[in-house]
């Protein structure tokens, strides 16, 4: 029997640059991203390497202008990217995702100095960034973080715990919000840190029940001190910056959710072609067929709602609703995807030999993160009734 193997996504780019670019992506996923990525997985093992291969390939700041070694890219194009990589290895999809984020601050809201000072390293020149805003006890509720940062002459001294934090412990610089002022939105600030900052530390990474191999700690600020050439933006800014990184990032997570979903459904296809009983493969039998109608139509539909989100984005157009339904749509998509493959595969789908458990795990953690599916429901309640009274 002949099994159709799964073919590349047709995609509609909007150049040939575009098509050059996503050409080399695949490259390097066939060479350097898919080999060993379930074992590396297993293993806990984060691949700090490849993250340099994709710095010095321009993979790493494709979103931000030339004139600080960024790719220009438009955002439809980079979230394509991002999909194809977090099809191959989630881990590797979400890592460049949020370095992304943590570049946003400085590349939107830096002066001119300090984009000539860092940016060039953090786009092209081998950093790897993480993004702090969470905490134990303020994720939803971002604007209550507790995080201080006190002025002390030129410097700022930063005291407190974040949580949650993508890289962290193994990450070149962060971008952190701090409290500098009263309680609420107006009184955060967002900073630039050095990884290797003195006072600074990262706790044992949490033990995940997916995505193993991207290392998720709390960082602790120990009278960590940094110059105000540091501090970027305004004071009382910085809760104004997270957000609008977050609306960025949350199309950054409905695309690698589309990438997980994707890639769970190449193997429920491949399986089920592959798969006989009764004397015939089990993709002829109608309950099967269905599923895979129905799981092929969802990460469609995804595909098409990140990236009509992301077409008003490079239009210069508002996005934040669209951003909100793309990853609440996406992500729940990918759960309802990876688990339906599973099914498909059966007993074979809950062991380890194949991809599709490790796949419905990484899945749960995307209707989590950069604001969990829930708090994307009031986001887009927000904006069709305005804001709950009180």
């Not at 500098?180 to 949490?206: C, H, K, M, N, Q």
């Not at 009382?236 to 990032?249: E, R, T």
């Not at 062991?351 to 995307?366: G, H, I, N, S």
Request: proline share 4%.
């Amino acid at each position: 029997m002949n099994v159709r193997a799964p073919q590349p996504v047709d995609r509609q780019l909007p150049t040939e640059e575009a098509e050059d670019l996503l050409a080399l992506v695949r490259e390097l996923i066939k060479g350097e991203v898919a080999p060993g990525a379930a074992e590396q997985e297993e293993a806990g093992h984060f691949p700090r390497e490849l993250f340099t291969l994709l710095s010095e390939s321009g993979l790493l700041g494709l979103v931000y202008g030339e004139e600080f070694g960024g790719g220009a890219q438009p955002y439809e194009v980079y979230l394509q990217v991002l999909e194809e990589l977090a099809a191959a290895r989630l881990t590797v999809g979400l890592g460049v995702s949020v370095h992304s984020l943590a570049c946003h601050a400085l590349a939107n809201y830096g002066s001119k100095e300090q984009r000539t000072e860092h940016l060039p390293a953090m786009l092209g020149g081998g950093l790897l960034g993480a993004y702090c805003l969470s905490e134990p006890a303020s994720g939803s509720d971002a604007a209550s973080l507790r995080t201080k940062a006190v002025r002390d002459g030129d410097d700022w001294v930063l005291d407190g715990t974040k949580a949650w934090i993508t890289h962290g412990g193994i990450a070149d610089f962060y971008t952190v919000l701090a409290r500098t002022g009263a309680e609420g939105s107006r009184g955060i600030t967002a900073f630039l840190v050095p990884g290797d900052a003195e006072g600074l530390t990262a706790a044992v990474p949490e033990k995940k029940m997916g995505m193993k191999g991207s290392p998720t700690a709390q960082l602790h600020f120990d009278g960590v001190r940094v110059s105000d050439a540091r501090r970027i933006g305004e004071e009382g800014q910085g809760f104004a910056i997270a957000l609008s990184a977050l609306d960025g990032g949350r199309l950054g997570i409905a695309a690698c959710a589309i990438g997980v979903a994707q890639a769970a459904l190449d193997e429920a296809l491949g399986y089920a072609l592959e798969r006989k009983q009764f004397g015939r493969p089990i993709a002829d039998f109608q309950g099967l067929r269905f599923m895979l109608a129905d799981m092929a139509t969802q990460v469609e539909a995804g595909r098409a709602m990140y990236l009509a989100a992301a077409r008003l984005r490079d239009a210069g157009r508002p996005f934040s609703r669209q951003a909100a339904m793309a990853k609440l749509f996406c992500t729940d998509a990918a759960m309802k995807v990876t688990t339906d493959a599973v099914q498909v595969l059966g007993g074979y789908g809950y062991t380890q030999d194949f991809p599709a458990e490790r796949l419905m795990r990484e899945a749960k953690v995307l209707q989590i993160v950069e604001g969990t599916n829930q708090i994307q429901r009031m986001v887009i309640a927000r904006h069709l009734a305005g804001p709950e009274s009180r």
